[in-house]
């Protein structure tokens, strides 16, 4: 399959998700000739405002859909929004808000993703792995919602009145961290003297508790090549802190040697014990 014939679908929870998360991956791939998309979960309302932004919270839901509008272009994705409310992180009074994420009927919720699927006919649908990253109930909604609709998309039986026909993905990819890097990541601080249990700006990030086991990762996707794009995409979310965060702490050949490869999980079909492969769509 030539890469103008392959369409990829992510699944993602907030307005930056596609650029601070696997940015390098879309970027990677829309410009090799991928059709990309991006389904945005949320309208980002609860996000954090990085201390320089100087904008009106009041207008912040306007604010962060023009930074997406401006770093999908960079990326060279095409974004379709959900249409939910943002959750906030744990114990956020946001998450209590019946119209956000966390809260949507799950027979609605999958039908939407559902829909985007038989109408984009994607060979490759990523989204979030079962733990969120770091734990966000937005993600790990992500990663439910998803999965289902993968498996939803087609099957004949399941929301038959939503069109066109059935259509079932060849693969489905969770996005993860091996334990590695974020070891890695937390000697580092140390070294710095911050505590990576208390990291974020608003502390309440744990790094110890994110990760996955190395052996886990089935998938790498080397965007070196690709850096500047995703650093450009990152620095569209001003809202956010326009940036990525390790752009602050490495020099750029320390970055793109430590993190210019993004790495997944092969759900579906999974992958023999112990094999690996580079890039989602290996293979097709």
């Not at 039908?111 to 649908?125: F, H, Q, S, T, Y």
Request: glycine letters at 10%; one cysteine or more; hydrophobic letters at 35%.
């Amino acid at each position: 399959m030539s890469a103008s014939q392959r369409r990829l679908l992510a699944v993602l929870a907030h307005p930056d998700d596609e650029s601070y998360g696997m940015g390098g991956t879309l970027a990677r791939y829309s410009r090799e000739g991928v059709d990309v998309h991006v389904a945005i979960a949320t309208d980002g309302a609860a996000g954090s405002i990085d201390a320089k932004w100087q904008g009106d919270r009041t207008r912040l839901v306007e604010t962060r859909a023009d930074e997406l509008r401006r770093a999908s272009t960079v990326l060279g994705v095409q974004i379709h929004m959900l249409g939910y409310r943002d959750s906030g992180y744990i114990g956020d009074p946001a998450g209590e808000d019946p119209r956000a994420w966390i809260n949507a009927d799950p027979n609605e919720a999958v039908g939407r993703v559902v829909k985007l699927i038989r109408e984009l006919r994607p060979d490759v649908l990523v989204t979030n792995d079962e733990t969120g990253g770091y734990y966000h109930p937005d993600h790990i909604q992500c990663c439910t919602i998803a999965t289902a609709a993968f498996y939803a998309a087609g099957d004949p039986y399941q929301y038959p009145d939503i069109g066109p026909e059935p259509f079932q993905p060849t693969r489905l990819y969770y996005s993860a961290f091996s334990h590695r890097w974020v070891r890695f990541l937390m000697i580092y601080m140390r070294l710095k003297g911050q505590d990576p249990t208390r990291a974020g700006r608003n502390h309440d990030i744990d790094y110890s508790r994110i990760g996955l086991p190395h052996e886990m990762i089935t998938t790498t996707v080397d965007y070196r090549k690709y850096w500047d794009v995703k650093v450009a995409a990152s620095a569209e979310h001003g809202s956010q802190g326009g940036g990525t965060s390790f752009n602050r702490m490495f020099p750029v050949w320390m970055q793109k040697l430590l993190f210019g490869y993004e790495s997944y999980i092969r759900v579906s079909p999974p992958l023999a014990p112990g094999k690996k492969e580079k890039g989602l769509f290996a293979g097709l």
